[in-house]
């Protein structure tokens, strides 16, 4: 049996509220650089400390052991999506960073403004990497002059310097594609095609993407150094079941980023605008307490710092985020989940595949025998190791969701 | 998906250098007998704490949860290889721990000499558990009198006391059969057939086993006591993706005892001949560094005490090994995991499913604040309880030969 049709089996209606808190990149590493603490070890947390004497820990695995996830994978484990089952695309990724609202069924590719020569070879795929304004007129003039392609309304999103966004918006349309991109330069640009030549409808969305080619190509032909494009992780938005058809929960997202948003909205959360700070998210989670039965909380910082690999900005930024817990906790929730959505050690600067600390709290997460929340406290706690697309299940669990399977 | 695949698509050249250090039946218990305390807790391991408080720290479930692996799956897992995935028979195993060079498609059984009566009756299954000498004596002879069974090659290898291995060498051969062997006293020797009737490969290795058997017995007709044989786990080599297909690694295997070098060659590895020693492999190791990307090395001596129920002398053997660490960390490895393939605790005097623990040293382990490597310390460090069949997937990550799993 998939065992998400047999937790849906078991679940059953209750009033009680759920928190997601997910500090991006939370988790770190001890090496000797940083005197072999790590940012979440030696900050002064005493709102988090307070927790970890009533709560359970334990570690992630966000995806599989020794694979390190982008933030896609890392947050779908967190909303219990499996992130090898559920894979979304570069493009999708890459439209719901720039704040797009992708509806089921869209087509959307990430895009570079590029240097073609006369004959059409890709002399430089970043066009000399102009600058995000340059990139904002040319999207601004696509957008004026490029409606549609063929059936299929055209959506054209700038982004950072020679970056934008292309989104196919119609009806019969699939990804993935092959790439409209040479990858390197030297060549001209590749007919972007169907990866499965069976499927009529890559095979419909490549000849729109053609198409849109043949419409965009001539208005910035005589640009320069953007006179072309390239395609790639040209993907649709699946269709996935929300959080409330799997799990039965109103969700609703305070998030910041867009990426995150999106993310959100992917498994159907409702996204709540507004909260600029941690400490604005977490009022404006006070005021909507009644309105939803889940909520996602993310705070980007600690990621941000991790990649920098600046070990005291990242404890600076846990600090910051512990003294505004308070305001969390006015109205408590009956479930609380506080981790990352993988590990951004400082010292690799990046995302990592280390498993990341989680602390659940609930009047029946039991306590540890932990003071502190840390990566060494959680190697020692109740919850032990685990794959994080089963944290929302212990998160059920501990909202009294699931009725007792078997006699 | 796969998660092979999953794991391959991911996969990046590196230069890293990876080694897998394998204490063979490491694992011990903590029992009243031995003042509570393991042999690796007891013992003075002056490195191996040096590289504890560097590294992370785990422990391994060889197989699946309470099975007891022998040194086939043992070192499978080691190697990536899921040993409930990746069966390899016993008569395939025996010959590569006699050292036989097996070739994919070959198929080997493990047989005894025994005693038969006039009737063709099995009297005694071990032919009065002959000397070694009396065997090899017997393979002898059978080797100069059979050289082939059809148009198979057949090769006739003495073991310990009554043991010898058969191998047939030709085309379209294929395992397993059914035991030529019947398992007790007082029986005729059953005719080893097809496990699968519908396999056309079987069937002529079943008859290439009959063949042999008329050739054979009269052979040995008059002899007394051992006037027959058994043929049982009837298997064939098979065609393993090697180390270097699944993993991009190229693999050397530095081992002392046949059975060791059997199963790395089984997967490809290179096999280093010379060192007799664990000072004399670590020596070769720091030869050959730039010639391979994964070395494999393999002390023995851990696990022969444990089988001896020898605490001391596991002790010993430990400290023995800890002495020679220096010799390796000549030139680090980027990569260092040590563990065994199994445990071997003293109290068992044999294999155990007892999760042996792993010490793994890299820029990237982090450390796991334990001062030292032990069974009881590996219980609290951040890999946790997971898998064999994951370690190279953890030693792959620390080397960065993975790339990040979506946007």
Chains 1, 2 share one sequence.
Not at 47 to 65: E, F, K, Y
Request: glycine share 10%.
């Amino acid at each position: 049996m998939n065992l998400d049709d047999f937790y849906s089996k078991l679940t059953i209606p209750t009033k009680a509220k759920l928190a997601l808190v997910v500090l991006d990149g939370l988790g770190d590493l001890a090496t000797a650089e940083q005197g072999f603490l790590t940012p979440l070890e030696a900050a002064t947390t005493p709102n988090l400390d307070a927790l970890a004497r009533v709560g359970a820990q334990g570690r992630m695995i966000p995806v599989a052991p020794g694979v390190t996830p982008g933030s896609g994978p890392g947050h779908l484990g967190l909303f219990g999506y499996d992130p090898i089952e559920y894979q979304v695309g570069r493009g999708v990724i890459e439209a719901l960073g720039l704040g797009v609202e992708l509806q089921a069924g869209d087509v959307a590719a990430r895009a570079n403004f590029c240097t073609l020569d006369a004959k059409g070879i890709v002399t430089d795929r970043r066009a000399g990497r102009i600058a995000t304004e340059v990139t904002e007129e040319l999207c601004a003039l696509l957008t004026r002059k490029v409606k549609t392609a063929g059936d299929a309304e055209v959506i054209i999103r700038p982004g950072k310097g020679h970056r934008f966004v292309v989104i196919f918006r119609g009806k019969g349309l699939e990804g993935p594609l092959t790439d409209a991109d040479p990858n390197r330069e030297g060549l001209p640009i590749p007919t972007a095609g169907p990866t499965n030549p069976k499927s009529v409808k890559q095979k419909k969305s490549a000849a729109l993407v053609a198409q849109f080619y043949q419409q965009a190509l001539p208005i910035i032909a005589r640009r320069k150094p953007a006179n072309g494009f390239l395609l790639r992780g040209i993907a649709h938005q699946p269709a996935i079941a929300t959080v409330e058809e799997r799990y039965g929960l109103r969700a609703a997202c305070l998030a910041v980023y867009p990426m995150y948003k999106g993310l959100a909205q992917l498994v159907g959360m409702k996204k709540i605008e507004g909260p600029q700070t941690i400490a604005e998210q977490f009022r404006r989670y006070v005021a909507e307490y009644d309105h939803f039965d889940y909520f996602f909380i993310h705070f980007k910082y600690t990621d941000m710092h991790g990649e920098d690999g600046n070990f005291e900005a990242k404890k600076k930024a846990i600090e910051d985020f512990d003294a505004t817990l308070p305001i969390l906790l006015e109205k408590r929730p009956d479930v609380l989940a506080i981790t990352g959505d993988h590990s951004t050690p400082c010292a690799l600067k990046g995302h990592s595949w280390h498993p990341q600390p989680v602390l659940l709290v609930s009047a029946y997460s039991g306590w540890d025998k932990l003071e502190r929340f840390t990566e060494t406290g959680a190697n020692l706690g109740s919850l032990g190791v685990f794959e994080s697309k089963y944290l929302i299940r212990l998160m059920q669990a501990n909202a009294r969701m699931f009725d007792k399977f078997g006699a």
